[in-house]
């Protein structure tokens, strides 16, 4: 692999394909068969691509939609990925740029690597951005070892729809300046490490009910409302130099003249709006190209990547048909056009090249975790303190085999019954605490988004709303706070918020629960009590 050139040098030694081609970043998939990446390599060669977005594998949830494919899980993925990203680099004859989705660290992306709690769980902890900086201070340390210069993060949505199946938890909250000084923060932290991140998904995700990669969200706010919440966080960090923005698949009428197009093809919301009103002046890249919210629209090939680079994109990400995008740019864009958009990815490249610090290993979790677990626990409702804790019964609603750290960490100084419904039937609960009145209630939801309840079952729901009801209940939730919107609390005794199921996060509930410590943190989002 070549040094990086300079702008000055790149602009009279590259070739108008060679131009063209740094547009493109296709996606790259860590578990990929010897003739894919082969594939891979020929595009690097022939097409001279700019970039490589990595996702773990054809089968993943990021690019297998319907999830119809099973995932086959790599416990050397990470391995893997360092020496991808170095065979793919030798095969350019311009420096790669390599990208990922690290939102809470490789681990969203790669197995057995460091993760950090969700955008949701940071957003709960109360002045102290601190937190967020080395987040993001640790997230850039694992791309750089792994030699990804380009974090696709933070996610800037406001999240204020409780029904959102895509944005939710990674969002800070539903409050437009926490959600911009912990993404400040952030990428403040991840600059110190040298890795470059992206502000998502313009002109703001947060207010949808449909997941853009199956179809279309639209949204019907104004365009002063959108200028007042959704597009403040964006416009206060474009203030402060932003290197780039992912622009979304979002239809929203009031931002292009009453027209329902995608804002990914929006000339109106990427040029008029983002560019000419927002002064916007860094990198543009699309969101993934596959997505079902503009890929089935557009059968031939080489028409998607046209009008997503002549709206106004200049990096091309998930692009599915290359040759043919070049050769449709070639024929329909200005020369003017072309220059401008390579001017800005090839300054982007420079200064990833320059950052560039290449760490020499993995981060450790543990430490950081902790104190984000301490400084975001939050007491929804209620009181402890007159919890009897000599005489109770402790349930776990979970799909785990195991007792959870939670309980454990409680038997060490309470003596009290634990049931599993991993282990038992909700018959079987119920026959149990029959005569017991007060209950320790411990939610492990299955699944952090909030599609067919969390994958909760609905008899585990009807069995806690029944017991909300009739029994004295402190109850503890390691997950998505939006389940709480399912349940009636009306009667619970306390309700407590740990946001992640990690160890950490559980070891510091069982230590709010003895009373060793004090719950600080405040719910960043709105939770409808039924």
Same mark, same amino acid.
């Given at each position: 692999m070549n040094s990086i050139i300079s702008y000055s040098q790149a602009e009279n030694t590259l070739s108008l394909h060679e131009k063209i081609g740094q547009l493109f970043m296709p996606a790259a998939f860590i578990n990929d068969s010897e003739e894919e990446i082969l594939h891979i390599e020929k595009l690097i060669k022939e097409q001279h691509i700019g970039g490589l977005c990595f996702f773990h594998s054809r089968a993943s949830a990021a690019t297998n939609f319907e999830g119809q494919k099973k995932i086959v899980y790599n416990d050397n993925s990470f391995t893997t990925l360092k020496k991808l990203i170095k065979r793919y680099q030798s095969a350019a004859k311009y420096p790669l740029l390599i990208s990922i989705d690290?939102?809470?660290?490789? +681990?969203?992306?790669?197995?057995?690597?460091?993760q950090y709690p969700y955008a949701i769980t940071l957003g709960a902890i109360q002045n102290n951005t601190e937190l967020s900086y080395k987040v993001g201070q640790k997230i850039a340390n694992d791309c750089s070892a792994a030699g990804i210069h380009w974090n696709l993060a933070p996610v800037v949505d406001i999240n204020n729809n409780p029904n959102n199946p895509v944005i939710g938890y990674r969002s800070y909250g539903e409050d437009k300046n926490k959600v911009t000084e912990n993404a400040l923060a952030f990428i403040k932290g991840s600059e110190s490490k040298g890795v470059l991140t992206c502000l998502k998904h313009f002109p703001g995700h947060g207010d949808t009910e449909v997941d853009s990669h199956l179809g279309l969200p639209l949204i019907t706010k104004s365009k002063e409302e959108l200028l007042k919440n959704e597009l403040f966080p964006f416009q206060q960090l474009i203030n402060e130099g932003v290197d780039s923005i992912m622009a979304g698949h979002l239809s929203?009428? +009031?931002?292009?003249?009453?027209?329902?197009?995608?804002?990914?093809l929006s000339k109106k919301m990427l040029k008029n709006l983002l560019r000419d009103e927002m002064n916007f002046k860094g990198v543009v890249i699309s969101d993934a190209l596959n997505m079902?919210?503009?890929?089935?629209n557009y059968p031939i090939k080489g028409v998607l990547e046209w009008l997503a680079f002549d709206a106004g994109n200049d990096i091309l990400c998930f692009a599915e048909h290359i040759p043919e995008g070049i050769e449709t740019i070639k024929k329909n864009a200005t020369l003017v056009q072309i220059e401008e958009s390579f001017k800005r990815i090839w300054h982007l490249k420079e200064k990833a090249f320059k950052l560039d610090f290449k760490a020499a290993k993995l981060s450790e979790a543990k430490e950081l975790n902790q104190a984000i677990a301490t400084a975001s626990l939050t007491l929804l409702k209620g009181d402890i303190t007159n919890f009897d804790k000599q005489n109770f019964i402790g349930i776990e609603i979970t799909r785990k085999k195991i007792n959870s750290t939670f309980f454990k960490n409680i038997t060490e100084q309470v003596s009290f019954k634990k049931i599993s419904s991993n282990e038992n039937s909700i018959a079987e609960i119920q026959h149990q605490i029959k005569e017991k009145n007060n209950i320790l209630l411990a939610i492990f939801p299955p699944k952090v988004k909030p599609g067919n309840l969390f994958d909760i079952r609905k008899e585990e729901i009807d069995f806690i709303n029944e017991i909300l009801q009739t029994k004295n209940v402190t109850l503890y939730l390691f997950g998505n706070p939006?389940?709480?919107?399912?349940i009636k609390t009306d009667k619970v005794k306390a309700v407590i918020i740990a946001y992640q199921n990690f160890e950490e996060f559980q070891e510091n509930a069982a230590k709010h629960f003895l009373g060793k410590n004090k719950a600080i943190g405040k719910v960043p989002i709105t939770i409808k009590f039924i």
């Open positions: 690290a939102e809470w660290g490789l +681990a969203m992306r790669i197995e057995n690597t460091p929203i009428p +009031a931002l292009a003249d009453g027209d329902a197009i995608p804002s990914s079902h919210a503009v890929s089935k939006y389940v709480l919107n399912h």
